[in-house]
C-alpha cells in the first residue's frame, strides 16, 4: 500500500540529531587530513550504519549494524546506546560490537553507536527503528476556500496494517509576524476524531490533524482554510541595484484584493521587523533582503521579496561545477569572483549531507566550515558523495553562491522521461483522468540501487497541501492518474544505492484540456506550443518571434480581439494566439529600433497613461531619450522617467475631460553621433484602454466585478468633465457603453454622502514663529486628485509645504518648495499638492508651512471629500454631477485598491 509522511517527521530526525549534539553525520569525518585532533595521532576515522532506519513487525527484534572507517582499524571498541524520550542516552550493557540485535520492538526506538579508536578518536552514528504499519494519512476534501460565514469540514482518511489505538489530535495556526519574524500562533482543538466540522470562517487558518498509532508513530496533515477573497500581491521590481552614492530608494508592492477591505503591511530587512514599514512602500537605504507580508482582513498573509544591492557588477562562477574522482583520492574546489571592488569579497562553504530517514533523503546542511575562507576548499581523502555551496559576499548586499557535485568513482545521473511529452521547464500536459506512465533513467548506481516516488501537492497559491510517499513503487517506473482537482501535483523520484550515492529528479503534471498555439503572422521564428485547464485564465506571454521588416510587436489577437502581453485570457477549448504588427511597413531608423514596447493605463492615481521602451533598445545606443506627447494639437516634451522591470517609463497625465482624446507619443534619443533620432508613434487614449478591457471575455467573471465597476465610473467621470468644461460634448467618453455595461458601475440613481473634516488652524504656532499663514484650501479640479494650498508670507526664503496624513502631523508623504513666481492674483502663494490617489478622496491631510525644522504656519486639515461637501449645492452649472461622478470613481478606485487608501 502507499503511504504518506509529512515534512514534519523528516525535521523531528533533524532535530532529534541537533539535540543529541552530533555535529558530523555519517558521510562527515572526524577531523581532516593533516589537522591533528587534541594531540592524538591522525586516523581519518568514521563510523556509518549499514542502514539508518530500520522497520520490524510487531514484536520483531532487528539486527543493526555500524561500519568504521580509518587508516588503522585495529582496536576499534564500539558501545551502544538507546536514546531515552529526554534525548539522552542510556547504555545497554554487553552492547559492545559492531553489531546489535534489538529486543522485540513494540514501538518507535532509537539507538547510538559510539566507536573509539586505539588513539582516542570518537565517531558517531544514529540508528532508528519504527514499527511496520504502513499507516497512510491523506485528506478526504482538498478545499480550501470558502465562503464567509461558512463551515469548512476536514476530513482525514487513514489506512494501516493495525487500526487500533489510532488517535486524532486537531488543532490550528496562523502566522503572526513580530519582532522574532514568522511565528506561529498554534490553538489546540479538543476535537478527537476524523472528522472537524469548524467554526464559521471568518478569518485564515491552517488546521492540522495528528495521528498516532499503537506503535507511536505520528503523521500530521495540513488543511489551509481561507475566507473567499481574490488576493494577489506582486512587486514593481524583485531586486533593486543602485549606486553607492544613492542612498535613498522606495520599495513598493502592488496588492488587488476582491474583498472592500483594508490591507495591513509588515516589512522585515533580514529577520528583524522594521516597526515603521506598515505602507505599501518602504523607503530604505541599506542593501539587503527585505520581505513585506501583504495581510489581509481575513488573515491570508503573501509575501514578497526584495533584494536590494549595491551596484559592483559582482558574478561568482567555476570552471568545473561537477567532478568525479577516484575514491580516496582528494579534489579542488574553485570559485572566480568579479567585481568592480573585489577588497571587501569574504566566501563561506557549506558541506551538503544527506540523512536517510526511512522513506526519503533529507538534505541536511552540515554548517560552515569555520577555517575555509578562501575562494579555494580541498577536499582530501574522498569517500562518499557529496555536495558543496559557496557563497560569496561583497559588503554592499550581493551573495552569489555556486553549488559543487562532487561523484566519488562514477557519475551519478537521474532524469524522468513518460508516455507523453515532457516540456523544457519539466511539465507535462494531460487530461483529466488520464493514466500516465513515468520513467526514471539512472545511470551510475550499483545494482542495489532503490526508488523512491513522491507526490507533492499545493493549492493555487503555492501552499503546501500534503505529501505523499509511493512506498510500495520501489521500481523505476510509476503509473498515475492524472486529476483535475484544481490543485499543483509535482512528482519526485529518488534514487540510491547500497553506496549512498543518491540523486533525484522532477515532473510536474498539469491537467488542461486547451492548446495554445502561436500564430507568427509573417514574423519569423517559433514559439513552442502550450496547453492550459479548461475555465482557467491564462497569461498572454512576451513575444519571442522577430518582427516583419518596418513594424513592430503591438499585441496579440485571441478570437477577434486584442491583448497586450501579460494580459489574461479564459481557456474554452484550444487557441490560436496570432502576433499583431504594427509600423505599417514604414522603415525604421537605420539606428537599432527606437519604440515604446508596452503601454498602460494608471487608473487608482491620477489619471495617466504610461508609454514604456526596453532599457535594452537604449543602453549603448542612445542617451537623453524622451517623448514627444501630442493631445488635442498640443505637443508636450516628456523628460522624466523612472526604470522598472528592464524599461523606461515615462508618464503622462491625461486630464478628466480628455479622456477621449487620442494621444500620441513619439519616442527620440540622441545617438552615439549626438543626432535626434527619431523612433515609431504610438497612440492611445483612456476610452480605448476601458473598453478593451470591458469587451474581454477574461474580464466578464464576479472575480472582475469591482474592476468593470471601476471602469464604467472613470468613464461617467470623464463624461461629467466634458459637461463642465464644455469640451467636446457631443463625444462623450462613455457614448459607446451598452446598456449592460452601464449597469456595471456604481448605480447612480443613490445619493451620495459625504464629510468635512475642513479645519484651517487645525494647529497653530507661536506668534513668534508665525511666518506664513494657509488661508485656503480647493481642489485642482483639471487633475482629479490634486489638492491646492494657498498661504501668505513676507518672507518666502526657506519656506516648503509639508502634508501629513496622520493627526500627530509626523507621517510627511509630501514637501512642496514654493516659488516666486507660484503667486496667484491675490498675492497669495500656492502648492498643487499630488500626495494622494483616486482611492484617496475621502483621506484626511494636514498641510502645514515649514523652515528648516520648525513650523512656522498654522495647520491646515483638509481632504477632497471636504471640498465636495463644501461646493455641492453653490449653483455653479454641472458642478455637483462633477463631483458625485469623481467621488464615486474615488470610491470605485478604493474598492479595487484597498491599500491605496
Keep these: 500500500m502507499n503511504g504518506r509522511r509529512w515534512k514534519g517527521v523528516g525535521i523531528g530526525i533533524v532535530m532529534l540529531l541537533v539535540l543529541l549534539g552530533i555535529t558530523q553525520l555519517q558521510s562527515l569525518k572526524v577531523f581532516a587530513a593533516g589537522v591533528s585532533n587534541n594531540g592524538r595521532q591522525e586516523n581519518h576515522f568514521q563510523l556509518t550504519a549499514t542502514k539508518g532506519i530500520f522497520y520490524a513487525e510487531p514484536g520483531e527484534g532487528v539486527l543493526l ?11 576499534v571498541t564500539y558501545q551502544w546506546y538507546r536514546v531515552k524520550q529526554d534525548y539522552g542516552m542510556e547504555l545497554i ?16 526506538d532509537a539507538f547510538y553507536c559510539i566507536a573509539t579508536d586505539r588513539f582516542g578518536n570518537e565517531a558517531r552514528t544514529y540508528v532508528s527503528v519504527g514499527v511496520r504499519n504502513c499507516l497512510q494519512v491523506r485528506p478526504a476534501t482538498t478545499k480550501t476556500t470558502y465562503q464567509l460565514g461558512e463551515k469548512a469540514v476536514l476530513q482525514v482518511e487513514v489506512d494501516a496494517k493495525h487500526k487500533e489505538g489510532l488517535t486524532y489530535q486537531w488543532s490550528r495556526y ?5 519582532e522574532y519574524g514568522e511565528t506561529r500562533e498554534v490553538e489546540p482543538l479538543e476535537d478527537n476524531s476524523d472528522t ?3 467554526e464559521p470562517v471568518t478569518e485564515a487558518w491552517t488546521y492540522s490533524c495528528t495521528v498516532t498509532d499503537c506503535y507511536k508513530s505520528t503523521y500530521s496533515i495540513n488543511f489551509p482554510v481561507y475566507p473567499e477573497n481574490v488576493f494577489y500581491v506582486s512587486t514593481e521590481k524583485s531586486r533593486l541595484v543602485y549606486k553607492e552614492a544613492d542612498k535613498n530608494l522606495r520599495l513598493k508592492v502592488n496588492v488587488r484584493t476582491g474583498q472592500q477591505t483594508a490591507v495591513r503591511f509588515v516589512w522585515y530587512w533580514g529577520e528583524s521587523l522594521i516597526k515603521d514599514g506598515a505602507e505599501d512602500y518602504l523607503d530604505v537605504s541599506e542593501p539587503g533582503e527585505y520581505v513585506c507580508y501583504a495581510i489581509d482582513a481575513y488573515g491570508r498573509s503573501v509575501p514578497s521579496w526584495i533584494q536590494v544591492a549595491v551596484q559592483n557588477h559582482f558574478s561568482l562562477s567555476t570552471d568545473q561545477d561537477v567532478i568525479v574522482v577516484p575514491k580516496g583520492d582528494d579534489a579542488v574546489l574553485k570559485v572566480n569572483a568579479s567585481a568592480d571592488d573585489e577588497s571587501r569579497i569574504s566566501y563561506e562553504w557549506y558541506p551538503e549531507t544527506y540523512f536517510e530517514d526511512g522513506f526519503g533523503w533529507l538534505r541536511w546542511g552540515g554548517g560552515i566550515w569555520e577555517n575555509e575562507r578562501s575562494n579555494v576548499l580541498t577536499l582530501d581523502n574522498l569517500e562518499m558523495n557529496a555536495i558543496y555551496s559557496c557563497i560569496a559576499m561583497d559588503g554592499y548586499g550581493s551573495s552569489p553562491y555556486v553549488r559543487f557535485k562532487v561523484y566519488v568513482g562514477q557519475r551519478q545521473e537521474l532524469s ?8 523544457a521547464d519539466g511539465r507535462l500536459f494531460a487530461s483529466d483522468k488520464e493514466v500516465i506512465t513515468l520513467k526514471a533513467n539512472a545511470t551510475g548506481f550499483g545494482s542495489d540501487a532503490g526508488y523512491l516516488w513522491q507526490e507533492y501537492v499545493t493549492d493555487e497559491n503555492g501552499a503546501f497541501i500534503y505529501e505523499w510517499f509511493f512506498t510500495d513503487e520501489t521500481t523505476d517506473t510509476l503509473t498515475i492518474t492524472a486529476n483535475s482537482d484544481g490543485l499543483q501535483h509535482a512528482y519526485y523520484c529518488q534514487v540510491k544505492d547500497g553506496q549512498g550515492r543518491m540523486e533525484q529528479a522532477q515532473i510536474s503534471v498539469v491537467v488542461a484540456g486547451s492548446a495554445i498555439r502561436y500564430d507568427a503572422n509573417g514574423g519569423t521564428g517559433n514559439m513552442q506550443q502550450e496547453r492550459g485547464q479548461n475555465g482557467s485564465l491564462f497569461t498572454l506571454p512576451a513575444c519571442s518571434f522577430e518582427a516583419p521588416e518596418g513594424r513592430r510587436f503591438a499585441g496579440w489577437e485571441v478570437n477577434g480581439e486584442t491583448y497586450e502581453e501579460g494580459e489574461r485570457i ?3 477549448g484550444d487557441v490560436t494566439v496570432k502576433a499583431v504588427w504594427t509600423g505599417n511597413g514604414l522603415l525604421l531608423p537605420d539606428d537599432d529600433e527606437l519604440v515604446i514596447d508596452q503601454k498602460s493605463l494608471t487608473l487608482y492615481d491620477t489619471i495617466s497613461i504610461e508609454f514604456k521602451i526596453k532599457e535594452a533598445v537604449i543602453d549603448g545606443k542612445y542617451h537623453d531619450p524622451y517623448l514627444l506627447v501630442t493631445q488635442n494639437g498640443v505637443t508636450e516634451r516628456v523628460s522624466k522617467y523612472r526604470t522598472e522591470n528592464g524599461h523606461l517609463i515615462f508618464t503622462y497625465r491625461v486630464a478628466p475631460q480628455t479622456m477621449g482624446d487620442v494621444v500620441t507619443a513619439v519616442p527620440h534619443a540622441l545617438n552615439a553621433n549626438g543626432e535626434d533620432v527619431t523612433g515609431v508613434p504610438m497612440e492611445y487614449s483612456v476610452t480605448e484602454y476601458c473598453y478593451n478591457m470591458l469587451g474581454k471575455e477574461a474580464y466578464q467573471t464576479a472575480e472582475w466585478a469591482t474592476f468593470r465597476r471601476l471602469l464604467v465610473d472613470i468613464l461617467r467621470y470623464g463624461d461629467a468633465a466634458q459637461i463642465y468644461a464644455n469640451y467636446k460634448t457631443d463625444n462623450l467618453a462613455s457614448a459607446n457603453l451598452t446598456a449592460a455595461q452601464r449597469a456595471m458601475g456604481t448605480d447612480v440613481s443613490t445619493a451620495m454622502t459625504y464629510g468635512n473634516v475642513k479645519e484651517k488652524n487645525y494647529l497653530t504656532v507661536d506668534a513668534a514663529n508665525a511666518l506664513a499663514s494657509i488661508e485656503k484650501a480647493a481642489l485642482y479640479l483639471e487633475a482629479a486628485v490634486n489638492v491646492q494650498f494657498k498661504f501668505s508670507t513676507n ?10 496624513d496622520d493627526e500627530a502631523c509626523t507621517n510627511v508623504i509630501r514637501e512642496h518648495a514654493v516659488s516666486a513666481e507660484k503667486i496667484d492674483n491675490n498675492g497669495l502663494y500656492y502648492v498643487n499638492v499630488d500626495a494622494l490617489n483616486a482611492g484617496q478622496m475621502r483621506k484626511t491631510i494636514y498641510a502645514t508651512v515649514m523652515k528648516g525644522n520648525a513650523k512656522v504656519s498654522n495647520t491646515y486639515r483638509y481632504s ?25 470613481y474615488g470610491d470605485s478606485a478604493a474598492a479595487l485598491y484597498p491599500a491605496t487608501k
Excluded: W
Design 416 to 423: 524522468i522521461s513518460s508516455d507523453r511529452e515532457i516540456t
Design 864 to 888: 477632497i471629500e471636504s471640498y465636495v461637501q463644501s461646493m455641492k449645492g453653490k449653483g455653479v452649472p454641472n458642478l455637483d454631477e462633477l463631483l458625485d461622478a469623481m467621488m464615486r
Design 196 to 198: 472537524l466540522i469548524t
Design 65 to 75: 549494524e555500524v561500519v568504521a572507517h580509518g587508516d588503522d582499524l585495529s582496536g
Design 570 to 572: 479564459l481557456l474554452n
Design 795 to 804: 518672507d518666502l526664503s526657506g519656506l516648503r509645504v509639508v502634508i501629513t
Design 174 to 178: 496562523r502566522k503572526k509576524y513580530d
Design 93 to 108: 550493557p554487553g552492547a559492545t560490537n559492531a553489531t546489535y540485535m534489538t529486543e522485540n520492538i513494540t514501538a518507535q
